[in-house]
């Protein structure tokens, strides 16, 4: 299956402002993994404002948030999706936006479902979660701690 990214920036900084990367998607399945790759690369880039590098645990956590939004986009939006990296303060926002205006909704659990648990995930490891509708679309931000 094909899938690049249509256009890729970052990691960019000026002066006073946060770190951020943006790429965009075709929404292939192939998108998912660009993007997963693509969030470790920026975090490999970065530190957050420390002298340490980025923890793997906060890594795998990010990709895995990415992971799971890139999903949905590619599975429920037709068309392409767009995803955002931003170091803000200790925190790092992730912002994905897609072409479909339908809102998620956490589901309550069911220990024997197979599959559906995107939300639930995201929700465990995020410290916020803000989704809006666009004019096309919706927009789905969330953070996740850097660490100590």
């Known amino acids: 299956m094909r899938s690049s990214a249509v256009a890729v920036n970052g990691p960019h900084q000026q002066a006073g402002q946060d770190i951020w990367a943006g790429a965009a998607y075709d929404g292939e399945t192939g998108s998912i993994a660009a993007a997963r790759a693509f969030t470790a690369d920026f ?7 420390r002298a ?8 795998a956590d ?3 948030v990415v992971s799971e939004l890139v999903t ?7 068309g392409p999706c767009a995803l955002n990296l931003e170091i803000q ?9 897609d072409t479909d205006s339908s809102m998620p909704l956490a ?6 479902r197979i599959g559906q648990h ?5 929700l465990a490891v995020c410290e916020g979660f803000d989704v809006r509708r ?3 679309g919706k927009r789905i931000k969330v953070r996740v701690a850097l660490g100590a």
Do not use: S
């Not at 975090?43 to 404002?49: H, K, N, R, S």
């Not at 949905?72 to 037709?78: E, Y």
């Not at 589901?107 to 024997?112: D, F, S």
């Open 43 to 49: 975090l490999a880039g970065v530190t957050g404002g």
């Open 52 to 59: 340490q590098p980025i923890p793997a645990v906060v890594v």
């Open 62 to 64: 990010a990709q895995l």
């Open 72 to 78: 949905n986009a590619c599975k429920f939006a037709p």
């Open 89 to 97: 303060g200790t925190d790092l926002v992730i912002t994905v936006w």
């Open 107 to 112: 589901r309550a659990a069911e220990p024997g």
């Open 118 to 122: 995107g939300l639930e995930i995201i």
């Open 134 to 136: 666009e004019p096309v």
